[in-house]
């Protein structure tokens, strides 16, 4: 039987002292974490980009097939793609909960130790947050803070016209990731001996459950010399991202569809639960991967990078995107996004 301690037993900052614990200091720019009013930074000189997410169970996530490792890891990791997004290289964060006490302590412990992981694999410290009751569902609130070059950062605003428009890693996996997810979650429910069928979507569940914010393609960029003119991180697909690109930068663009990144898992996902890859790439959220638009003549050097595909390029076209298909028709990209209300 596992261990179950009552929040009640340890309070507020018996848990506090517990995570304080777990989470030592390890960038030289904290200069105080957790345990005074307010941490303190030293910036260095350098630019202090910040970026918040706010997770709440029910809607941003089901603890029904989400453990609370992964979720730990994925609330941090997706702030670290936002300040990735901008090519600056993430160092704090700060994480505020809401709990209800159908959390035992050992479940909050199992949480924080995937914030550990990221903060181990990201390099970045915990240094403070707030703790309350919640009377519904599980809040979470992850701060990131990071640190870049005012030459070097990248805004979505400033993109230009024929500029190489290239994407990181493969898309959609996520998305068919959830919907795999979803459908065991109605078959679990309405027959709780039926055992979950998803040994053959590995890949696609973990890229739904184990986001990784991909600051190995920031580090790789800045190391061959290349600054994006624009970026931004796919959290809600391509096309939303890329129409948010274009309409900052008042520009257009045009992707190629033979030239989109879709992993084999996810082909065969999609096909099997009978949704479109090319939709999912498009429209399906939360791949995490890096958008961004580079001048031409990087165009040697990012043709070497292994995990960047080149999809297209920004045109004259003002806030229209494109989709080019095989068959030579060229589709208005749209974006529904997620609504959230
Ligand atoms: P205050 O009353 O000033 O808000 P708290 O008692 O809430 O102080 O917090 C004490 C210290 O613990 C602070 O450094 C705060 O940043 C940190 N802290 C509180 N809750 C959390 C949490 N959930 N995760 C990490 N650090 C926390
Ligand atoms: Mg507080």
Known sequence: MEQRTELSTIGEFGLINRIAAKFPITQPETMKGIGDDAAVIDA?????????????EGVHFDLIYTPLLHLGYKAVAVNVSDIAAMNAIPKQITVSL???????????????????????????????????????????SVTALGLGEEATLAYRNKAQANDIICVTGDLGAAYLGLQALEREKQVFLANPAMQPELQDKDYVVGRQLKPEARMDIIHELNALSIVPTAMIDVSDGLASELLHICQQSNIGGVIFEDKIPIDDQTYLTATEMNLSPMTAALNGGEDYELLFTVQQSDYEKIKNMTDVSIIGYMTHDVELAHLMMKSGSLVKLTAPGY???
Do not use: P, W
Not at 44 to 56: E, F, Q, R, Y
Not at 119 to 129: F, M, P, S, T
């Open 44 to 56: 260095k000189g350098k630019k202090v980009v910040v970026s918040t997410d706010l997770l709440i």
């Open 98 to 140: 809401g709990l209800s006490n159908r959390f035992s302590v050992e479940a909050i412990e199992e949480l924080y130790e995937g914030m550990r992981l990221a903060c181990e694999a990201y390099q970045i410290d915990l240094i403070g947050g707030d703790t309350s009751s919640s009377r519904s569902g599980l809040v979470i």
């Open 339 to 341: 609504v959230h209300f």
